[in-house]
């Protein structure tokens, strides 16, 4: 029986032809990549990077790291950014079932954790109902690599019992949040996909009972080259916040004091090392 084609219906997408696949379905690994510098890959990460058959990776996951897959690997970019998707999530979705139902290793390449602000749980739940194995694989989550790289830490004792990941972004109108319990002081509140909310975030949270002169901090670009260290106030969010362009995280509490936003210093010789190890 021949094997059965698959056809491009819109950019990227793959669909079979309706025929029964000849081999046995292949793996689906959510692989979570990190911020973006591929030092923090886990080494689970990367022993499936270099296993795959085909990437699927997101537009935030750094060029550093899509080179550790094989040459011959199938490269699909499902890039999103606020108001413009390559693929539609439901089509995204569809697309790891079709390649994994070729017999092929899929990795779908996540900025971050899979299973934080990453839809991670949505692709694994459509591998489910196919029928297809996933396996998933946890990355550093943004907020983990901006705390350490601003010696900033999420909980500390006497000013952070706790800490709270959030998102500013809703898909109709603001992120239906709580808000008192979010303004309640000794506690860090790291809001992702945040920029363009920053000032109703502060507003709400400052409406809410949380001092305005609460520190605040504003990490561009966690972990990569060209890092960027924004230390403000509660009521001074917004305004620092205007203008920037890459992703970025917005942390408020108390242990964001800490913070040192001196020019980020990239170890070198640690980078160097990592190249040679990832060509060998």
């Given at each position: 029986m021949p094997r059965p084609t698959a056809r491009n219906v819109k950019p990227g997408l793959v669909l079979l032809d309706g025929t029964a696949p000849t081999r046995a379905p292949g793996v689906v690994w959510?692989?979570?990549?990190?911020?973006?510098?591929?030092?923090?890959?886990?080494?689970?990460?990367?022993?499936?990077?270099?296993?795959?058959?085909v990437l699927v990776h997101d537009g935030l996951v750094s060029s550093e790291i899509l080179d550790l897959a094989p040459t011959a690997a199938r490269r699909i970019d499902v890039s999103k950014r606020k108001s413009r998707h390559t693929l539609p999530q439901d089509d995204?979705?569809?697309?790891?079932?079709?390649?994994?139902?070729?017999?092929?290793?899929?990795?779908?390449?996540?900025?971050?954790?899979?299973?934080?602000?990453?839809?991670?749980?949505?692709?694994?739940?459509?591998?489910?109902?196919?029928?297809?194995?996933?396996?998933?694989?946890?990355?550093?989550?943004?907020?983990?690599?901006?705390?350490?790289?601003?010696?900033?830490?999420?909980?500390?004792?006497?000013?952070?019992?706790?800490?709270?990941f959030v998102t500013g972004h809703a898909a109709h109108g603001e992120p239906d949040l709580d808000w008192p319990s979010l303004a309640r002081p000794n506690q860090t509140v790291v809001v992702y996909?945040?920029?363009?909310?920053?000032?109703?975030?502060?507003?709400?949270?400052?409406?809410?009972?949380?001092?305005?002169?609460?520190?605040?901090?504003?990490?561009?670009?966690?972990?990569?080259?060209?890092?960027?260290?924004?230390?403000?106030?509660?009521?001074?969010?917004?305004h620092s916040a205007e203008g920037l362009k890459g992703p970025a995280l917005l942390m408020v509490g108390e242990a964001m004091a800490l913070a040192d936003v001196s020019p980020v210093q990239t170890d070198v010789s640690l980078s160097q090392s990592f190249e040679r190890s990832s060509r060998s």
């Amino acid at each position: 029986m021949p094997r059965p084609t698959a056809r491009n219906v819109k950019p990227g997408l793959v669909l079979l032809d309706g025929t029964a696949p000849t081999r046995a379905p292949g793996v689906v690994w959510l692989v979570g990549a990190g911020p973006g510098d591929p030092e923090l890959l886990t080494v689970k990460a990367f022993n499936a990077l270099r296993a795959a058959d085909v990437l699927v990776h997101d537009g935030l996951v750094s060029s550093e790291i899509l080179d550790l897959a094989p040459t011959a690997a199938r490269r699909i970019d499902v890039s999103k950014r606020k108001s413009r998707h390559t693929l539609p999530q439901d089509d995204i979705n569809q697309l790891l079932v079709a390649l994994a139902r070729e017999g092929l290793t899929v990795v779908r390449l996540k900025g971050g954790d899979p299973f934080l602000f990453g839809r991670g749980g949505e692709e694994l739940a459509a591998c489910r109902a196919a029928g297809l194995e996933c396996r998933v694989v946890p990355g550093v989550t943004a907020a983990l690599a901006a705390s350490a790289g601003a010696g900033a830490p999420l909980t500390h004792r006497g000013s952070a019992q706790a800490v709270t990941f959030v998102t500013g972004h809703a898909a109709h109108g603001e992120p239906d949040l709580d808000w008192p319990s979010l303004a309640r002081p000794n506690q860090t509140v790291v809001v992702y996909m945040g920029v363009s909310t920053a000032g109703l975030i502060a507003g709400r949270l400052i409406g809410a009972g949380r001092a305005a002169s609460t520190p605040a901090l504003i990490v561009e670009n966690a972990s990569r080259v060209d890092e960027r260290r924004i230390l403000t106030t509660l009521a001074g969010l917004a305004h620092s916040a205007e203008g920037l362009k890459g992703p970025a995280l917005l942390m408020v509490g108390e242990a964001m004091a800490l913070a040192d936003v001196s020019p980020v210093q990239t170890d070198v010789s640690l980078s160097q090392s990592f190249e040679r190890s990832s060509r060998s």
